[in-house]
């Protein structure tokens, strides 16, 4: 499975970005979507995630200001950002893990950087 990040880019404080995540091949099927995120100097960190049925899982430091959702039948996730902090600066990875694996797939990471 290979997993292409977009969306990520330069915003100011408050501001918003989209990210988006698809999957090389529609036929799969995932039981687990999501996005992580790594700043440096730091571990990679849960942001949200997101299951094929629509429940939904955030980190505290974004509830009410992310919004995750997925498209099941293009294999497609998206983070909604909004009301950026400079805290949220990081290389935002997406996730995902089909059925029946105990191991899933990271995409490549793209950056968002969010100045004050």
């Known amino acids: 499975v290979q997993l292409q990040a977009s969306g990520g880019g330069l915003v100011q404080a408050g501001g918003s970005l989209r990210l988006s995540c698809a999957a090389s091949?529609?036929?799969?099927?995932?039981?687990?979507m999501g996005w992580y995120r790594q700043a440096p100097g730091k571990q990679r960190e849960l942001v949200a995630t997101?299951?094929?049925?629509?429940?939904?899982n955030y980190a505290d430091s974004v509830k009410g200001r992310f919004t995750i959702s997925r498209d099941n039948a293009k294999n497609i996730v998206y983070l909604q950002m909004n009301s950026l902090k400079p805290e949220d600066t990081s290389i935002y990875y997406c996730?995902?893990?089909?059925?029946?694996?105990?191991?899933?797939?990271w995409g490549q990471g793209t950056l968002v950087t969010v100045s004050s």
């Open positions: 091949r529609s036929s799969d099927r995932f039981n687990l």
């Open positions: 996730y995902s893990l089909r059925w029946g694996r105990s191991t899933g797939h």
């Open positions: 997101i299951s094929e049925g629509g429940n939904m």
